[in-house]
């Protein structure tokens, strides 16, 4: 008698459904922000670059291979943008759930040279529909429970993503504009997707050095071409910029390309692409300093 009294507390205490929590670990953090979407409070996502560290000079802590072994659907661009975790990455395709964006069918994919593939895809919003898309496939193999709220919650992201196209198309709408250029090629996809074009580019690789040369023709270019505005990101060198410039004043927008400051829980990416809209407005269309 006792054992079943015991046996139906237990029964009641128990949720009527249970599954086991999702884990995903993404590398970077816009990655981080489009599975955020889908799974909510339904799973745990965690991005290994944070803290506005930049995913050209990250180095793997011990902590970071727990979450990433850990994990059930890891994430990443792919290997020439985190060129750290390829070796772990290529193993983990034999263990785990991998999705590697740069790979994806149908997704746009821009160069920046002939050799070069662009790796900043997540700025056009339909690849970040098309991630979210395949994220939400996999969350529901691993988690068939909550497929409808998987589903539900794709849906919703899809019409989050159109009302924020309309709402940035709406931003650029006037085509008197300040002409701009950029610290490195890292914009094109939000600016071919939104109908904008910088002047130049200040630096062809941003982790190479610039020689003389390079900083002689930037200032030339600079003199021949007064854009009014400079766009870098976080981890932008400030005294290399300086130093190009030279006695060329200059308004420079720092642009939260990795969505360091987005705060929002489940609509983080939305806040990314709203916070990189407004850094162009403010180049674009304003002239104070």
Known sequence: MHKLFLCLLLAGLMPASISAEVKIATTIRPLKLIAEAIVQ??????????AR?????????????????QADLLIWIGPKFETYLADFFQHAKNAKEVITAIEMPDLII?????????????????NALLIAQQI?????????SNAANYRDNLNKFRSEIDRANIDITAAFSDSTRNSYAVYHDAYQYFE??????????????????????????????????????????????????????????????????LGFEVTSPTQGYIELMEKVTLSFTNCLYRIDN
């Open 41 to 50: 409070d339904m799973g745990l996502v965690t991005s290994i670059v944070e």
């Open 53 to 69: 560290q930049s995913p050209h000079h990250y180095t793997m802590s011990p902590s970071d291979r727990v979450a990433l072994d």
């Open 110 to 126: 821009y160069n920046i040279s002939s050799d070069q593939i662009d790796s900043h895809l997540w700025l056009d919003s339909r």
């Open 136 to 144: 939400t496939q996999i969350v529901i193999r691993l988690d068939d």
């Open 192 to 257: 071919i997707q939104f109908g904008l074009s910088h002047q130049f580019v200040l630096l062809r690789n941003p982790e190479v050095e610039p020689g003389i040369q390079e900083i002689l023709l930037a200032r030339k270019r600079l003199r021949e071409q007064a854009p009014q505005c400079l766009l870098r990101e976080y981890g932008s060198n400030a005294a290399l910029i300086e130093t190009m410039l030279a006695d060329h004043e200059l308004k420079t927008i720092t642009v939260d390309l």
